[in-house]
């Protein structure tokens, strides 16, 4: 079985969308869900409840385009509504739906992270976009990555690059996402271990821990991160 993690796309077989349109939604979330079903576009996985609602179902969300006000969807699926996961597209193919004046610095950005060996996807309006060709992107909308990293002092060196991003706008946001799936926002990182924060939020797939040391995200202690 697939272990979960945040920001995971997952997309729903003919049979879990069917279900999923049978529920009492409201017109404006109904045409929408019925849109993404038409065009077998995924939803994400979100924080999970520590106790699930039902056995064997899944938190997702659907962050709508403008077309619906951009509301956020939540939705429980079984698993045996999933037809397959995917992940959000990396930063080179969303290259062309940055601003003109930002791709210069995204492209040293892309080198940066290539020589720290460092896998990089977009989420948030930017890969939405990507992925439905729909209107998520807004001016002030920020580019949300998030990063693979292997232990603090991987982190750190990514967090050189990041803090290096050469462009105004868009604003550079994302998570560190260390093995297990633990993901801390990197400019809160950068903050902690410049000694301005005492401890650091540590998002996890069903909570959310303080944490004021390193032993977490070191290789020995990831396991301990796992539900």
Known sequence: MVSLR?????????????????????????????????????LVVTRQPIAPPAAGCIALGLPSPARWDKRRLTLQVPRT?????????????????????ARSAVRELRGG??????????????????????DHVRPGSD?????????????????QVLQSFG???PRLDGELVFDGGAAVAWREWAEWRAGRARAV????LNDVVLK?????CERAGLAELVP
């Open 6 to 42: 945040r920001h995971q796309l997952v997309r729903l077989s003919e049979a879990g969308w069917s279900a999923v349109l049978l529920r009492p939604w409201d017109p404006q979330a109904r045409e929408c869900l019925t849109h993404w079903a038409m065009h077998r576009l995924p």
């Open 81 to 101: 509504a999933l037809l397959c996961f995917d992940e959000f597209p990396r930063l080179a193919q969303v290259q062309g739906l940055l601003p003109r004046a």
């Open 113 to 134: 992270l290539d020589a720290c060996r460092a896998s990089s996807r977009v989420f948030g309006s930017y890969g939405w976009q990507a992925i439905s060709g729909l």
């Open 143 to 159: 580019l949300d990555l998030w990063i693979s990293v292997d232990d603090a002092s991987h982190a750190d060196a990514v967090t």
């Open 167 to 169: 462009a105004a706008r």
């Open 201 to 204: 939020m540590v998002k996890r």
């Open 212 to 216: 004021r040391d390193t032993a977490w």
